[in-house]
């Protein structure tokens, strides 16, 4: 069935360094995407979103690509730092056959290393 | 500004017992949602409403009870519980549905059904 995945369960980059988040999309009629950060104990935080008329996105230090013809999102985080660690969900919005809904992936687990 | 409130934050049931997790939010969201986050599954939407009065079925219904009594308020009740419904919950609000609107969310719920 449709879904939104994401290609790497966990990630784990160097302070300092750039972290790419990837995630695959299956429906093509999908117009809104957004990232979240979930922290341990609390609940998902908005990052940055995109719509589906753009193919790229910048926020503080986060920038969101998306490619249509290849239905993937990345979320590109720059000099990544300890308070970065968290587990990363990308979102689409589309239609379902119980309304218009995001769909979330399972997520990428992000480990920052000293 | 509190956002959007769950309680409890934990719970442990014995099989076949009842509860009501309760949500608040503060922002005067029309929309209000449930959702489920099992280990490597992402978010799954239990049961939403899109205004005071009004209930709709999600993605994972079954076994779930909701009310929106109040515009502030969603409520969502497990009138039998399973163990299967161990989990933890996420309640979120936006001020509209769909396309070009983030959700809020809450800091969750952990549920364990015995």
């Known amino acids: 069935g449709e879904s939104v995945g994401l290609h790497l369960p966990t990630l784990s980059v160097q302070e300092g360094d750039n972290s790419i988040i990837n995630c695959a999309y299956s429906?093509?009629?999908?117009?809104?995407f957004i990232w979240y950060k979930q922290e341990s104990g609390k609940g998902p935080q908005f990052i940055i979103d995109i719509r589906s008329n753009m193919d790229k996105r910048q926020g503080q230090r986060v920038t969101v690509l998306l490619n249509k013809t290849v239905k993937h999102l990345s979320l590109q985080i720059a000099a990544t730092q300890p308070g970065d660690s968290a587990v990363y969900f990308c979102?689409?919005?589309?239609?379902?056959?119980?309304?218009?809904?995001?769909?979330f992936g399972p997520g990428t687990r992000l480990s920052v290393l000293p | 500004n509190a956002g959007v409130t769950q309680t409890p934050k934990f719970r442990v049931l014995k099989t076949g017992q009842s509860m009501t997790l309760l949500c608040a939010q503060d922002?005067?969201?029309?929309?209000m949602y449930w959702y489920r986050q099992d280990p490597g599954m992402g978010l799954r939407l239990i049961h939403y409403?899109?205004?005071?009065?009004?209930?709709a079925k999600g993605e994972v219904p079954d076994g779930y009870n909701v009310s929106r009594l109040k515009k502030q308020n969603f409520l969502l009740g497990l009138e039998s519980a399973a163990p299967s419904q161990t989990s933890v919950y996420f309640c979120?609000?936006?001020?509209?549905?769909?396309?070009?609107?983030?959700?809020?969310f809450g800091s969750g719920t952990q549920l364990s059904v015995l």
């Open positions: 922002m005067n969201h029309e929309y």
């Open positions: 979102a689409e919005n589309r239609d379902n056959n119980y309304g218009q809904n995001f769909v």
């Open positions: 429906n093509s009629a999908s117009d809104y």
């Open positions: 979120a609000s936006s001020h509209e549905q769909g396309y070009n609107e983030k959700l809020f």
């Open positions: 409403s899109v205004g005071e009065g009004t209930t």
